[in-house]
């Protein structure tokens, strides 16, 4: 058994497919998940739903409690409580701090107290900035110690050129590639 953190940050157009996600990884009896939100995506009601309604969902799925602020999170570095952290969706916001070492979020905070710890955390990007202002902090993530990224695409190239959206449905793929600390690829696909 893994114990596995599943984040969500204030991209809220993607909450259903990240959610679909963290149903398939429940479903695996080897897997014991840990949900998780950032301040934003636990609070914020938005033209894609409720706050309160997505909270509720995803702790109906994972019987668990959703962690979301630094006091909940800050364990994990002590107690090594996770064996990976997925960070998805995972918004420039939260790319540009994990890409500084900001930890003023529960998710960017138990990603730092992960680390701390020596293991992988995969991220699943969703921002309109990614080929933009966000591009810098992806590639600097590419290109450190135990991360690692579910493959993405540009999700409307005509109408939004700078933005690129993880494929959800390759996070199992990508987290048993990262719990052995490998990429899973292709990483950019079309
Ligand atoms: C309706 C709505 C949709 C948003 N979608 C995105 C998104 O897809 N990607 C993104 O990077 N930011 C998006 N944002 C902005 C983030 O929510 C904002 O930057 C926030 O500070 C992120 O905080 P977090 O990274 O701690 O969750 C959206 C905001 C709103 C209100």
Request: proline share 5%; glycine share 4%.
């Amino acid at each position: 058994m893994i114990t596995v953190g599943f984040a969500l940050c204030g991209s809220y157009c993607t909450f259903k497919e990240a959610i679909e996600q963290i149903e398939v990884l429940s479903k695996d009896d080897s897997i014991k998940l840990i949900p998780i939100m950032s301040e934003n995506a636990y609070s914020i009601d938005t033209r894609f739903g409720e706050a309160e309604s997505h909270i509720k969902h995803i702790e109906h799925i994972t019987k668990t409690k959703i962690l979301h602020t630094l006091t909940e999170v800050e364990p994990f570095g002590p107690k090594k409580t996770l064996d990976a952290l997925i960070i998805a969706p995972c918004t420039g916001n939260t790319l540009a701090k994990l890409a500084l070492g900001i930890a003023d979020t529960s998710v960017t905070f138990a990603a730092k107290a992960h680390l701390r710890n020596d293991r992988p955390i995969l991220i699943g990007i969703s921002t309109n900035d990614a080929l933009a202002a966000a591009s810098k902090n992806i590639g600097s993530l590419h290109n450190t110690k135990n991360i690692f990224f579910i493959p993405y695409r540009q999700d409307s190239p005509l109408n939004k050129p700078n933005s690129m959206i993880a494929d959800f449905t390759k996070t199992k793929a990508a987290l048993s590639s990262a719990l052995k600390r490998e990429q899973v690829q292709p990483v950019v696909i079309c």
